[in-house]
């Protein structure tokens, strides 16, 4: 069964915009403390992009902040990547994933669930 599943990955140019979506299995949704959105891009270690926590917290890589917004929609059990300004180096395949509280919300290790992910291609 699958339980994050990512949309709204495309291809676009930079200074555009994407939302992704990513639908979370309800168990999943209320047993894990924080959705996270990671990144991977060519040759690069996958990192923490935006996270939000139970509570509504959210945390933002430097990279991003500023021109990406992470929400959810506790009825729709959905997260959402809100990603303005879009620049070349945004260019990844782009992660959903579930965890239990971490005092690092972009710990990678701890993740218990994860989406099997959409690309995002920003050209110049």
């Known amino acids: 069964q699958v339980q994050l599943v990512e949309s709204g990955g495309d291809s676009v140019q930079a200074g555009g915009s994407l939302r992704l979506s990513c639908a979370v299995d309800?168990?999943?949704?209320?047993?894990?403390?924080?959705l996270v959105w990671f990144y991977e891009r060519p040759g690069k270690m996958r990192e923490g992009v935006a996270a939000?926590?139970?509570?509504?917290?959210?945390a933002y890589a430097d990279s991003v902040k500023g021109r990406f917004t992470i929400s959810k929609d506790n009825a729709k059990n959905t997260l959402y990547l809100q990603m303005d300004s879009l620049k070349p180096e945004d260019t990844a395949m782009y992660y959903c994933?579930?965890?239990?509280?971490?005092?690092?919300?972009?710990?990678?290790?701890?993740?218990?669930?994860w989406g099997q992910g959409t690309q995002v291609t920003v050209s110049d």
């Open positions: 309800r168990y999943v949704y209320n047993s894990q403390y924080r």
């Open positions: 939000i926590d139970r509570p509504g917290n959210t």
């Open positions: 994933a579930a965890g239990p509280y971490h005092n690092n919300y972009f710990s990678r290790e701890s993740i218990n669930y």
